[in-house]
């Protein structure tokens, strides 16, 4: 079973969410742009992680993406993971103020 999480922080700074996350995880997540939904970074691992860090804002269609989570205006997906725990215990340790918003197991 794979796991989805939806980490949020409250800094308006995309970039320093980035070297947060890089520096907690140890990966390095690559920019990417996209006309509908703005700047944002990536990384897919071998293993089928695969990892989002962008805006809760849909510069296109001018809405927040997240609508449930609107106080959080920089979003970190951990996608199709089986070490939720340990990545977890990794992002809470390294980074103030991050905040786990949702899990799914599917």
Same mark, same amino acid.
């Given at each position: 079973?794979? *796991? ?6 409250? *800094?308006? =700074?995309?970039?320093?969410? &980035?070297? =947060?996350?890089?520096?907690? !995880?140890?990966?390095? #997540?690559?920019?990417?742009?996209? #006309? +509908? ?8 691992? %071998?293993?089928?992680? +695969?990892?989002? #860090? %962008? ?14 989570? $609107?106080?959080? *205006? @920089? !979003?970190?997906?951990?996608?199709? *993971? @089986? ?10 340790? =390294?980074?103030?103020?991050? $905040? !786990?918003?949702?899990? &799914?197991? #599917?």
């Amino acid at each position: 079973m794979k *796991t989805y999480d939806l980490y949020g922080f409250k *800094t308006d =700074s995309l970039m320093d969410a &980035k070297f =947060s996350v890089e520096k907690a !995880l140890r990966i390095h #997540l690559c920019a990417h742009e996209n #006309l +509908n939904a703005g700047d944002y970074f990536r990384l897919d691992n %071998k293993d089928g992680e +695969n990892f989002i #860090l %962008k805006k809760n804002f849909d510069p296109y269609e001018e809405e927040v993406i997240e609508d449930d989570f $609107q106080d959080y *205006t @920089v !979003l970190f997906y951990v996608n199709r *993971t @089986v070490r939720e725990g340990e990545i977890e215990n990794m992002l809470i340790a =390294s980074i103030p103020g991050i $905040q !786990l918003l949702r899990r &799914k197991k #599917l």
